[in-house]
């Protein structure tokens, strides 16, 4: 059984960082490419940054290139997300997700159950 369990968010100011984390299980983690999207309230669920299987390709939605950075520890089964330079509208639920293969955004087959980031003003 997948599962996937975030962890690392909360409550931070405008301009402030935090680090979000994602632990795999019941998968061979080094064959999955990883995602983060968030879903804000009354919103879609959004894309935000993807890496390949292998950690050497990373895919960023255009409204956080620059502040938020993935990264994975295949030897971990874990994967990151470091956000920086928190604006009030990066406020959302985050989501971790596995997709096997190759990061297809419409593909993501196993999802985590969230993790609330509010980003205060």
């Known amino acids: 059984q997948v599962q996937l369990v975030e962890s690392g968010g909360g409550l931070v100011q405008n301009g402030g960082s935090l680090r979000l984390s994602c632990l795999a299980s019941?998968?061979?983690?080094?064959?999955?490419?990883m995602g983060w999207f968030r879903q804000a309230p009354g919103k879609d669920r959004d894309f935000v940054a993807a890496?390949?299987?292998?950690?050497?390709?990373?895919y960023y939605a255009d409204s956080v290139k620059g502040r938020f950075t993935i990264s994975r520890d295949n030897a971990k089964n874990t994967v990151y997300l470091q956000m920086s330079s928190l604006k009030p509208e990066d406020t959302a639920t985050y989501y971790c997700?596995?997709?096997?293969?190759?990061?297809?955004?419409?593909?993501?087959?196993?999802w985590g159950q969230g993790t609330q980031v509010t980003v205060s003003s």
């Open positions: 997700a596995a997709v096997y293969g190759d990061h297809v955004p419409g593909n993501y087959n196993y």
């Open positions: 890496i390949s299987w292998g950690g050497g390709s990373t």
């Open positions: 019941g998968l061979h983690f080094g064959s999955y490419a």
